[in-house]
């Protein structure tokens, strides 16, 4: 474990800074390409611990997989769906995408596989999933009283189904949609909110016949068959959100983030900061043929407070610290409504974020359905803090202790390494000290 000490300054944000890979659409770039027939070729792969474990995953499952370090590039050569049997157990450490995915990918096996996890997904349940799994027609056994190890049965001969969201996960959806691909009738899935869309559109593009549309996904495993592909991937907005939040925050920032994602389900964060009152400007839009993606600039502005509803809130899942920073720094009062889904998913992150940024003297109000948070909160530092090991929370604190000119220790800062290791390095580089 390893701390952080923050420096006893205020800073804003000037220069430019190009942020790793789009991990989310990563994971399933890699899972793609190690299912598909034929060589898949990604450019602009960002190497992070978590994309390591995928990678050591579907290796072990049979793909060839290479990475160019000093260019960022892997390839591929897929399996055309023939997946290696295994006597020793899937570690999936606690990558929760990669658990969601690599469920409904086994279920459509005949062999047997055990896979296994960190302490994080051993506590978090994984039961909606199984019973959607086993309905269409794979066997599960649960190896002790925590959800993982399991031991699972796949079968290819899987029976689509429909199924009713009860809650908004774009992780169940994403496994079921990568069963569906290979059942042998449709799958329908009736959404209670849009989610993110990353699977649907990677899997349309290595050619799975996913039909999307705002409250029904229909998975049409009829003459599916995936074929390895060429694919840029864009930058990782998750990793541009801190820079976005503390620019905005920081008086006297510009900062730039060249070739950004702008798919519209990750971008919540940029929805809600214009909601504040935020002009961020857009340069250089381009859409490739699988996700768009340009340029941002932004520059310190005064925001006010703003209701967040629950059909953002599937969107900004990952930014809600951020947001919760900026609406304590803003003026007025800001409401996030609809959060009982994230509640569910995400209640540590949730519940670390209100205690740590306690410490930084940022009350807010945490219910099962809202957070309210009121503007105009000076930070004031009581104890050092914790990420809890929660690489969001980590790179929000960051943000915060540049507003501020009391030095605090972030402990637990290596969890930054989950999603974006050189980031610490990236955050300083763009640092100047306020006059």
């Not at 991990?23 to 027939?37: E, N, V």
Request: net charge neutral.
């Amino acid at each position: 474990m390893f701390d952080y000490n923050t420096r006893a300054a205020k800073f804003k944000f000037q220069g430019e800074v190009i942020v790793p890979g789009d991990k989310s659409i990563a994971h399933r770039a890699i899972t793609f390409g190690a299912l598909a027939d034929g060589v898949t070729q990604i450019s602009n792969f960002s190497y992070s611990d978590d994309l390591a474990v995928t990678t050591k995953v579907f290796k072990k499952l049979g793909a060839k997989i290479h990475t160019e370090m000093s260019n960022n590039d892997m390839i591929i050569k897929g399996v055309n769906h023939r997946l290696k049997s295994l006597d020793d157990p899937l570690d999936i450490e606690n990558v929760g995408t990669l658990e969601s995915l690599l469920l409904g990918v086994l279920a459509t096996s005949n062999n047997e596989y055990t896979v296994n996890g960190g302490n994080f997904l051993k506590k978090r349940s994984i039961d909606r999933l199984v019973v959607l799994l086993q309905q269409m027609g794979s066997n599960f056994q649960k190896l002790s009283n925590d959800y993982l190890p399991i031991k699972m049965q796949g079968s290819d001969n899987l029976q689509g189904i429909t199924y009713q969201q009860d809650i908004s996960s774009a992780q169940i959806k994403s496994g079921l949609v990568m069963a569906g691909i290979y059942a042998k009738t449709p799958t329908t899935i009736i959404r209670k909110l849009p989610t993110r869309d990353h699977t649907e559109v990677l899997a349309n593009y290595f050619g799975a016949d996913v039909d999307a549309k705002p409250d029904i996904i229909t998975i049409n495993p009829q003459n599916t068959h995936l074929t390895g592909q060429s694919l840029m991937i864009p930058g990782d907005f998750s990793s541009a959100a801190p820079y976005i939040a503390g620019a905005l925050l920081s008086k006297g920032s510009e900062v730039r983030l060249p070739k950004v994602g702008l798919n519209s389900t990750r971008i919540g964060l940029l929805n809600v900061a214009q909601k504040m009152g935020a002009n961020i400007m857009l340069e250089s839009h381009s859409i490739n043929i699988v996700e768009p993606y340009g340029d941002l600039v932004i520059k310190s502005q005064k925001l006010h407070g703003t209701t967040v509803t629950a059909k953002e809130v599937p969107f900004i899942v990952d930014e809600i610290p951020l947001i919760a920073l900026l609406a304590s720094q803003a003026e007025g009062q800001t409401v996030i409504e609809g959060i009982h889904d994230v509640h569910l998913q995400l209640s540590d992150r949730i519940r670390n974020m209100r205690v740590e940024l306690a410490k930084l003297g940022i009350i807010m109000q945490v219910n099962d359905d809202s957070i309210v948070i009121n503007g105009g909160q000076a930070i004031k530092v009581k104890d050092d803090v914790d990420s809890h090991n929660d690489h969001r929370i980590a790179m929000m604190l960051c943000v915060a202790s540049i507003l501020t000119e009391t030095s605090f220790k972030i402990k637990n800062i290596e969890s930054i390494d989950i999603s974006y290791p050189n980031f610490l390095a990236d955050f300083r580089k763009v640092l100047v000290a306020c006059d």
